[in-house]
């Protein structure tokens, strides 16, 4: 079955530093990748996904991905935070038309 | 263009009782997905409607059922409410159910079962 990992629970970044949150997926063959951010009182915004290709992906908001077979992982990268960043940050598996599976999360905070 | 939505935006139950949960999809969007998300935790894929017919089903017990109407509205019902039944319900939809077509979500229902 599909798992998703997100090992890092909570993440503290200062406003303009860079951010990276790391995401590990465990399947047989290379799923889609998905990162989604969630804030208080929103439903989920899909930031960027991949399905195949480059694997350097540029998404929504100034975000960046790549994935990287030999880890399988798909970290998320942002050069410079902004404090409007700070929310949920959830990253997906699906392989084919199967159900999305996600990880557990990791929330940012930005301190000024 | 409304988005999805959801309704109602909280519900609080007693245990034993009974819940429905209503979606409306984005415009355009024919395939409603619904996931559970309890407290710090991600969403949990409960099951997929397209066509008014329940397409794949998540590890959910048969006390979730749900319903898709000719509009391509959706109902999430939940019967014999647990306390661990809490959380943050997340209606999707999507145009069909290829998994390239992006899935946008509603707000939730944030559902409290005492």
């Known amino acids: 079955a599909q798992s998703v990992t997100q090992p890092d629970i909570h993440i503290t970044v200062s406003e303009g530093a860079s951010l990276e949150l790391r995401c590990n997926y465990s399947?047989?063959?290379?799923?889609?990748l998905f990162w989604y951010v969630q804030s208080p009182g929103q439903g989920l915004q899909l930031l960027l996904k991949?399905?195949?290709?480059?694997?350097l992906v540029q998404g929504i908001k100034g975000f960046e991905a790549e994935f990287k077979r030999s880890q399988s992982s798909f970290n998320l990268r942002k050069p410079s935070v902004h404090w409007s960043d700070a929310a949920e940050y959830f990253c997906?598996?699906?392989?084919?038309?199967?159900?999305?599976?996600f990880g557990t999360g990791t929330r940012l905070t930005i301190i000024p | 263009d409304a988005g999805v939505t959801q309704s109602p935006t909280h519900l609080i139950k007693t245990r034993g009782q009974q819940v429905t949960l209503r979606c409306s999809p984005k415009s355009g969007h024919d395939t409603v997905s619904w996931y559970q998300q309890a407290l710090g935790q991600g969403p949990q894929f409960i099951f997929q409607y397209y066509e008014e017919e329940e397409r794949q089903r998540g590890n959910f017990p048969d006390r979730f059922s749900g319903h898709q109407f000719p509009n391509y509205s959706s109902e999430l019902n939940v019967n014999a409410l647990l306390l661990g039944d809490s959380a943050l319900y997340l209606c999707?939809?999507?145009?069909?159910?290829?998994?390239?077509?992006?899935?946008?979500f509603g707000p939730g229902t944030r559902l409290t079962v005492l």
């Open positions: 399947y047989g063959a290379t799923p889609y």
């Open positions: 991949y399905f195949s290709g480059d694997t």
């Open positions: 999707a939809s999507s145009f069909s159910i290829s998994s390239y077509n992006e899935q946008f």
């Open positions: 997906a598996s699906q392989f084919g038309n199967e159900k999305l599976t």
